[in-house]
C-alpha cells in the first residue's frame, strides 16, 4: 500500500488499514506500532508481524514488543546472502528458541539476498536445523525467489516447488507473490479488471500448495497467507496496476483456491 494512491497523497495508516478491512482482509501483515495495533483491535482485524534475524539479541527485545501489540506469528528474515549455513542455521535455532521463550511463532523465510535464496541453501539449513533441535524449521514459504532463480515453467511449478512437504505442511504462514519463472512479481491484473495469464498459471500452482498443506498435520489449525504485492526493489515496473489494487483481485482469488483445494481433500485426490 506504499504510495497509494499516489507518492504525493499517499494514504495515512488509518485509511490504509480502514482499506484492508472494507477490502474483505482478516489481518494486517506489518512491523506493527501502537496505532497499528489500536486500529487493528477497532476494525477487528488480526496482526502479523515480522523483524531482522540478523542479531538475536535484538530480535528478541523486538520478539517481545510486537507480543505486547498482539503478533504473535513473526516473519524474519535471516542473515546475508554470504553467510556461511552452519552459522545461518545456529541463528535460525536460536531465533526459534527465543520466540518460543517469550511466545511468539518465528518462522524463517525463502527469500533472495539471505541465507535462504536458493533451494540448496534452504535445505541445508533446514537439514542443520532439524539435526540441532529434531524438530523441523518453521518457514514463511515464498516460492517465487525460488521460482526464479530455478527459471522455472508453469507446467513444473508444482513439480519443483512442492518437494518439501513435510516443512511446508508445518508452516503457518505463506507469501503468495504471483511470479513466473522470469519475474518475482508478476502482475494480477491488466489494468482493466482482466485476471493475466501469468496469473492464471500462478494460481494453479497455489492450489495444489493449498492441497500440499491441508494433506499435513496443519499445525495449530491457522496458516496465515499474505497476497504479498510489493512496491519496493524493484518488484513493481511502472505500467501495471498498483499493487494494492492487485492484491485485492487476488484475495477472492486465492479464497476460491482454497475452497477447490478443501473440497479436493475431503474426495481424497
Not at 506489518?30 to 530480535?59: F, Q, W, Y
Not at 539471505?114 to 524438530?135: N, V, W
Not at 508452516?171 to 479488471?193: A, K
Request: proline share 7%.
Amino acid at each position: 500500500m506504499a504510495n497509494y494512491p499516489g507518492a504525493k497523497n499517499d494514504w495515512p495508516l488509518e485509511c490504509k488499514i480502514k482499506a484492508v478491512k472494507a477490502a474483505g482482509f482478516d489481518g494486517l501483515a506489518t512491523i506493527p506500532d501502537e496505532k497499528a495495533r489500536l486500529l487493528c483491535r477497532e476494525l477487528g482485524l488480526e496482526l502479523m508481524g515480522g523483524l531482522d534475524g540478523s542479531n538475536v539479541a535484538r530480535a528478541k527485545k523486538e520478539m517481545i514488543r510486537q507480543r505486547d501489540l498482539g503478533a504473535i506469528y513473526l516473519n524474519v528474515q535471516l542473515l546475508d546472502h554470504n553467510t556461511p549455513l552452519p552459522k545461518a542455521a545456529r541463528t535460525a535455532v536460536q531465533l526459534v528458541k527465543a520466540g518460543d521463550a517469550v511466545g511468539v511463532k518465528v518462522h524463517i523465510e525463502t527469500h533472495r539476498d539471505t541465507s535462504t535464496e536458493t533451494p540448496e541453501k534452504y535445505e541445508e539449513i533446514a537439514r542443520l536445523y532439524k539435526k540441532e533441535t529434531g524438530r523441523l524449521m518453521p518457514t514463511t514459504w515464498d516460492h517465487s525467489h525460488l521460482a526464479v532463480v530455478k527459471h522455472l515453467v508453469p507446467a513444473n511449478y508444482a513439480e519443483r516447488l512442492l518437494v518439501w512437504p513435510a516443512l511446508i505442511q508445518h508452516s503457518n504462514i505463506f507469501h503468495l507473490r504471483p511470479f513466473n519463472g522470469q519475474h518475482c512479481q508478476v502482475p494480477v491484473t491488466n489494468g482493466q479488471g482482466k485476471l493475466t495469464p501469468e496469473f492464471v498459471d500462478y494460481l494453479a500452482f497455489v492450489e495444489e500448495l493449498f492441497v500440499c498443506w491441508l494433506n499435513g498435520p496443519q499445525p495449530q489449525g491457522v496458516l496465515w497467507v499474505c497476497p504479498e504485492m510489493g512496491c519496493s526493489h524493484g518488484y513493481y515496473l511502472s505500467g501495471q496496476p498498483h499493487p494494492w489494487v492487485d492484491a485485492q483481485a487476488a484475495r477472492p482469488e486465492y479464497e476460491k483456491a482454497w475452497h477447490r483445494a478443501l473440497k479436493r481433500r475431503a474426495k481424497g485426490k
